[in-house]
Nanobody
Framework: VQLQACGGGLVQAGDSLRLSCAQS??????MGWFRQALGKEREFVAA????????IYADSVKGRFTISRDNAKNTVYLQMNSLKPEDTAVFYCAARQPTVLSRYSASYNYWGQGTLVTVSS
């Protein structure tokens, strides 16, 4: 199983980016996005269930980021609006088979390689 994340880049504060994560073999029940800033621990960003009806977000991104998925394309997205310099990080997509949404990175079994998002002030 491979998860391929892409869409990162260098943007200015206030700009938007959309990250994508393609799953190579199958569609997992729960997909999540995490991020890790330089010198910091990996942190939860958002997660979504299979149908897309249930989502959870970190407080720091709530109202600015939106997670969504297209199961026909085996792809999950993270739309990031009103980006801030503190959003600068490597963003990772992750997958787990259980249907319960989770904020805990240890509960995800599969990880993508990460895509760098840099937000300048």
């Amino acid at each position: 199983v491979q998860l391929q994340a892409c869409g990162g880049g260098l943007v200015q504060a206030g700009d938007s980016l959309r990250l994508s994560c393609a799953q190579s073999e199958r569609t997992f029940n729960t997909m999540g996005w995490f991020r890790q800033a330089l010198g910091k621990e990996r942190e939860f960003v958002a997660a979504i269930n299979w149908s897309g009806e249930n989502t959870i977000y970190a407080d720091s991104v709530k109202g600015r980021f939106t997670i969504s998925r297209d199961n026909a394309k085996n792809t999950v997205y993270l739309q990031m609006n009103s980006l801030k310099p503190e959003d600068t990080a490597v963003f990772y997509c992750a997958a787990r088979q259980p249907t319960v949404l989770s904020r805990y990175s240890a509960s995800y079994n599969y990880w993508g390689q990460g895509t760098l998002v840099t937000v300048s002030s």
